[in-house]
């Protein structure tokens, strides 16, 4: 258990989050006084939390670490903390969609959001809250807003991206850790984005100008103009029509539809590896799941099913979107899908390498679901099972794992146009590398397949 | 309190999409007061006779009503800053 100030929260002077022995508080400082006051006599701290827009808190008489605290806040902790260049299309959508609809809110009430970072959106019970309490100020008639550039680096931006070019420029956000550079994003959006009118204001036009007045001082004659609150009004609804008019369907995929045409598998097989995770769920009742490789999410399913929180996760942005949707349209609160590479997983990033937490980081999780993944990341990706068995050890404290015999018929695609280098890769030698991390609880051949199933725990001190 | 860069470019950019939005919401309200004065003025000069007049309606639909728009025309492409 981490204890001390996270070492992401230091920007703001308002306040900063800390956390002890597991559990994370909120400092609130005398600079926040009057508009945390604010917040919270205007009603609209009510309004978002009914509305599930903000992470709720409690007022908690615990001394905060450092000194200037007007207050602690002990607010309702995140499931797994997840960044924006994990989602998928539509989760970034709805992250903006929610931002938006706080600001909306937030104005009705006197105040306005006086960020809009999408590292202040996190899923929670399913679906994208503010997390940040204190991103709000007291709204100023006439003030423009001060988040608008943050809003469409943070979200218009790489939306359009992904929507007009590729998907799989969703991972710039990895890069550039407050936001994609407008210009950059106008230069690789295509030339008819130019003619979509919110596009071209906010994101072309607006590339223009802070190209043009970035380096320069506000002129006194714009100092004095204003913006009325109808404005502002008409800008946040702009933005939000720019945001909903982005659409993204995930194209047809050997991995989308895995699920529907694998002939690699009997359904008896399916049908076993289902009830083997429902029944290693139930007897080791997990509080948190990492299921890898998911796909569009079967498995995660059917762990989530048994109580507990499962992270869906898989390379490909189309399975994530589809595995989203339906997490959406179920209504499912304990499964976030995300996206990741495990070759290249996110790492460590930001000020310090210390803002943004590597996917290590994040765990270890108490049960690790690695299913028809063993020869991607042996065969595909050439990783010994020594370290494949250490990754999954740093991973979580239990492991589900799929061994995937040369003599599959999908081990032996992969090595259809290649040469078989793999002269280790067995059944044998596999449970030899992993019992340097591991010990094995149970076997289970699958039928009608070549394919066996494993339980392991890692081993005390490894 | 404002604790992030707004960015002079961003800040402008604001300012001028306010103002299309008053010269829009001023537009629409002078529309608005010309099409109800030309309503008016057919209202009184029609026949007392109303069984085969259609309905005439007065006030501009619900969303004409509405506030103005909130993207102006979109600037023109290739127009620097």
Redesign the interface.
């Known amino acids: 258990m981490t204890t001390g100030v996270v070492p992401a929260s230091f ?4 306040g900063f989050v800390w956390s002890d022995n597991g559990t994370l508080y909120r400092q609130i400082n005398e ?2 006084h009057a ?1 945390y006051d604010a917040l919270m006599s205007s009603g609209l701290y009510g309004v978002l939390v009914s509305k599930r827009l903000l992470v709720a808190h409690e007022e908690v008489a615990v001394e905060g670490p450092r000194p200037g605290a007007y207050k602690t806040i002990k607010p309702d902790r995140v499931e797994l903390v997840s960044y924006p260049y994990e989602w998928c299309f539509g989760q970034l959508r709805h992250a903006a969609l929610t931002t938006i609809e706080v600001q909306k809110l937030a104005l009705e009430h006197g105040m306005s959001l ?2 809009a970072s999408a590292y202040n959106v996190q899923f929670h019970r399913g679906r994208p809250v503010l997390i940040d309490t204190l991103s709000f ?1 007291r709204y100023e008639e006439g003030r ?7 809003f ?1 680096q943070h979200f218009l931006a790489p939306l359009a991206l992904m929507a007009y070019r590729d998907v799989r420029l969703g991972s710039l956000l990895r890069q550039y850790i407050d936001g994609i550079p407008l210009d950059l994003a106008a230069e690789l959006l295509p030339r008819r984005t ?5 596009l ?2 906010h994101l ?3 590339a ?7 380096k ?3 002129p006194q004659s ?1 100092r004095r ?4 609150k ?9 933005l939000e ?2 945001v909903r008019k982005l659409k993204w369907e995930p194209p047809p995929s050997a991995w989308r539809d895995y699920d529907e045409t694998k002939d690699h598998y009997s359904a008896e097989a399916t049908d076993q590896k289902g009830e083997l995770v429902a029944a290693i769920v139930a007897e080791t009742k997990p509080r948190i799941v990492w299921d890898l490789g998911a796909n569009v999410g079967s498995y995660s399913r059917i762990a989530a099913s048994g109580g507990a929180f499962v992270a869906s996760f898989d390379v490909d942005p189309g399975c994530v979107e589809l595995n989203y949707r339906q997490t959406v349209a179920a209504g499912e609160t304990s499964l976030l899908p995300l996206v990741c590479d495990l070759t290249n997983p996110s790492p460590a990033l930001g000020w310090s390498h210390s803002e943004r937490m590597s996917m290590s980081q994040r765990g270890p999780v108490d049960l690790i679901l690695a299913l028809a993944l063993i020869h991607h990341m042996a065969i595909g990706n050439n990783v010994p099972f020594d370290r494949l068995g250490a990754f999954f050890a740093e991973l979580g404290d239990r492991l589900v794992i799929e061994f995937v015999p040369k003599d599959d018929p999908m081990v032996q695609t992969m090595l259809s146009t290649r040469s078989d280098i793999f002269t280790d890769y067995n059944e044998h030698r596999f449970e030899r590398a992993f019992e340097r991390w591991f010990e094995i609880e149970r076997r289970e051949p699958l039928r009608d397949s070549p394919r066996t199933l494993y339980l392991m725990h890692k081993r005390e001190g490894s | ?15 001028i ?3 299309a ?2 010269v829009g ?1 001023v537009v629409a309200l002078g529309f608005r007061r010309t099409i109800g004065r030309l309503f008016r003025r057919k209202k009184k000069d029609a026949p007392p006779v109303v069984e085969a007049a259609p309905p005439v309606v007065e006030a501009a639909p619900e969303a004409e009503a509405s ?9 023109p ?1 290739d ?3």
């Open positions: 920007r703001d002077p308002a600079a926040y508009e006086r960020d100020e423009p807003w001060v988040a608008y550039r943050q469409c130019r003619w979509r009118p919110s071209a204001l072309h036009a607006h223009r100008m802070m190209a043009r007045y970035g320069r001082e506000i714009a103009r204003r913006m009325t109808q404005a502002l009004t008409g800008l946040i609804g702009g029509r720019a | 309190m404002a604790y992030i860069d707004p960015g002079s470019g961003s800040y402008l950019l604001q300012l999409i306010g103002t939005l008053g919401a506030p103005p728009p909130a993207e102006p025309p979109p600037a492409p127009q620097e800053g």
